[in-house]
């Protein structure tokens, strides 16, 4: 019935944007894009936006100096530790160089700078902890060389980061953490064989995809949306211009069609368009699983301001009672099932393969997209932990807790999915006023 409420739109969106438009129903789960939509932009995302805008959720703890563990990073001009050494005081080369770092310098910076009031409180903050079914690294919160972020301070955007520094990291994250044989190349990846045509490629792994069990399937699938949902984030937060006096940042409707046009990317762009409402399922998901915990008496979200912490309780759990009323939610029961030894096997290889695209997430050389991607990567990962961690029903030696880093990171990234969507409305209007 939603497919035909908004029938008459959803044609008038194709002809003006067919490459960016998708529709119907998602694969592996019962429900459709337009009701995503619809929820999404209507009910979701305001109230995800005003809880992200209190303190409990805007402070993120994290460690941005920690070595990549898989290959020596090169010193990417402006992005690690600007330095150029040039040869000659007077070449122009060297300083066109410079004056390249400098731009791209302050593009990644990451501003860390918090009042003293702000910094004594935090460290006040209650925690809790949980080794149990742990799908991302928590070593942050705990390392000496750690800090507070407030994120509101450093929004996702383009920072010049791009090209193959860049794809070096999502290359990692997909030859090696998806399951994949290297004999089957990803399409429109850097390491694609120019041996056969692309479209040869691009049947082939889907023909390899399609083989997998519905896990490995979802695995890539949320791997692929959160690269398209980052994609979004630094197309819709361009830097336009860049005057001495002011930088305007905006959406580049070029770039996004860079990264989603059905033909500019061989047919890809839809693909991974449609792998972004997968994702936002997941993590929906988990928001209604935590609601029991988030219910209990005992669970605080503790700035040390008793009236404000009982509001943002009561506005995460609005949140959550919202996200339950979403009448097509993803069955979680369909992943893991079937015989025991070997689901729980299957599990434990998700697990660790998630645990290590957490890791690849330091070797990032923005510190502005190393901040974002570590963020929406543990959040996706306490997304995983609570899907299928126990209740609390169940026994208290098993019952699934949530600190707080594990919660900011899970409700900052639905956030940044949830813009992801509404960011796609605004391309379409967009690309409409273009035609």
Sequence with gaps: TSCNHHKAEKNKSYNICPF?????ELDDCHCDVESIDRFNNELLFPKLQALLQTDYFRFYKVNLNKPCPFWTSGSHCGLRDCTVKP???????VNSELDKCEKSEALGAVDVSLSDETREALKNWTKHDDEAQRFCLLDDEWCPDSQYVDLLLNPERFTGYKGPEAWKIWTSIYEENCFKPFTVKRPLSPLYSSGRSEGEGSRAFYTWLEGQCVEKRAFYRLISGLHASISIHLSARYLLSDEWFEKRWGPNVSEF???FDS??????????????????????RALVKALPVVKEGSFKLFTGQPQEDCRNKERLLDLLHTARSFPLHFNETSLFAGDETEAAKLKEDVRLAFMNISRIMDCVECFKCRLWGKLQTQGLGTALKILFSELPSSPPSSRLTLNRQELVALVNAIGRISTSIKELQNFRELLAEDT
Excluded: D, H, M, W
């Design 257 to 259: 069609r860079s990264r």
């Design 87 to 93: 040869c000659s005081p007077y070449s122009a080369e």
């Design 263 to 284: 033909e500019l990317t061989q047919g890809e762009g839809p693909k991974r368009l449609r792998n972004l409402y997968f994702l936002f399922l997941i993590e929906l």
């Design 20 to 24: 960016c438009f998708v529709s119907g």
